[in-house]
């Protein structure tokens, strides 16, 4: 049994057993705590159920059952109401809102169980299986410190993988500070920007697809500019990763430039990946920045964590291959060669490496590398 239920309750401990029960009876479980969140979280889930608590500060369970049902995605989502109330009025509003059951609380466990199943069981509406069929890949990569070409190998990931009939996406996170777009000869890149800004229940398909610039090589990538007034842009994090669950039905894989820093959006957004490449320098202080880095996200999400190291200099002595898998105590994903001439010359024209020099050594260890990160 693997249905995912989005459960809907203010109170905290209401969402904590009911989603214990549920769990118990082998549903996935997604939880909101008002009602914005929940139409967020029901529009990038697409749960196969919904229980649904009424009474909410920022807007009752009646309006947000309204709403789901005027819009297609979710329209057809089975709803439970759930609430202290047991008028009979209260009912009849729930279900003029468009719910299919009512239960008041407390519900006996062996209720509930009965009553999710047998919603689940006449229910024509599918919708987790087919996005977990259809939803893409997400690569999540972070530098350990900044300046070593974590930007460089997002970008000319997603090229490679772009060349090679796939529809990879590039995401930069990274507001104010964002260089993807003029490394693409986007001047005026606020995609990521403009998304961010709005509420995270406006994020869906075509607002997210309508900000997305497409490069003369058929890239695609939602950008971030170095504007300082977008640094001071303030965001949910729930809008943050609305955004990431729409990508995912928009591309595959999605990349994300993830900047540097393990702060707390970095560590919610990098729960969300299915891969989580570091990037790092042979030089020994950046190694073990790398590993520090690691450890915490690894300890923090439970994930593996892999390690590209980049060379971006010729002419320092830094560290073979073995001895930095030495420091790091771990095998590294790959290594990519030192190239400042093809690297200036790929900037200056708006080309990915990939695409102006395919020949060279440093654009085959990005082909590989993007082959890997996808295939494996």
């Not at 919603?119 to 939803?135: F, G």
């Not at 500070?177 to 509420?199: D, H, K, Y």
């Not at 842009?233 to 669950?245: D, F, K, P, R, S």
């Not at 590294?332 to 395919?358: K, Y």
């Amino acid at each position: 049994m693997s249905e995912k239920i989005l459960i809907v309750d203010d109170d905290i401990d209401s969402l904590k057993l009911i989603g214990l029960m549920l769990q118990r009876q082998g549903y996935q479980v997604i939880a909101a705590n008002a009602g914005a969140q929940a139409l967020s979280k029901a529009h990038a889930e697409l749960p196969d159920l919904i229980i649904l608590d009424v009474m909410m500060p920022d807007m009752n369970g009646y309006e947000v059952c309204k709403r789901l049902r005027n819009h297609p995605d979710t329209k057809t989502i089975p709803i439970i109401m759930f609430t202290a109330k047991t008028l009979i009025d209260d009912k009849v509003a729930g279900f003029e809102a468009g719910a299919d059951d009512y239960l008041t609380k407390p519900t006996h466990p062996a209720e509930l169980a009965a009553r999710v199943r047998q919603m689940l069981a006449r229910s024509p509406h599918r919708p987790t299986q087919e996005r977990r069929n259809t939803a893409g890949k997400t690569i999540g990569v972070i530098g350990a410190k900044g300046g070593i070409g974590t930007s460089t190998v997002v970008l000319n990931v997603g090229a490679s993988l772009a060349q090679n009939n796939g529809k990879p996406i590039i995401a930069d996170f990274r507001l104010g500070s964002g260089s993807l777009g003029l490394m693409l000869g986007i001047t005026r890149a606020t995609g990521m920007g403009n998304v961010l800004s709005r509420p995270a229940s406006d994020i869906r398909g075509p607002l997210v697809e309508k900000e997305i610039a497409v490069h003369q090589s058929g890239i695609r990538a939602l950008l971030s500019s170095t504007r300082i007034k977008e640094a001071q842009l303030n965001y949910t994090i729930e809008t943050a990763l609305a955004v990431i669950q729409v990508l995912k039905n928009l591309g595959d894989p999605v990349i994300f430039d993830l900047g540097t820093g393990y702060h707390t959006l970095n560590s919610r957004l990098l729960a969300q990946m299915d891969r989580i490449i570091v990037i790092a320098e042979p030089i020994t202080i950046t190694l073990e920045m790398a590993q520090e880095l690691v450890r915490e996200i690894e300890t923090d999400l439970k994930k593996q964590v892999e390690i590209v190291v980049v060379n971006r200099n010729a002419s320092k002595v830094q560290l073979p291959w073995h001895e930095v898998e030495s420091i790091l105590g771990r095998e590294i994903l790959a290594i990519i060669a030192a190239a400042p001439e093809i690297a200036f010359h790929a900037i200056e024209t708006g080309t990915p490496m990939v695409l102006q020099e395919p020949g060279a050594i440093v654009s085959s260890q990005l082909m590989k590398l993007a082959e890997d990160v996808y295939t494996s």
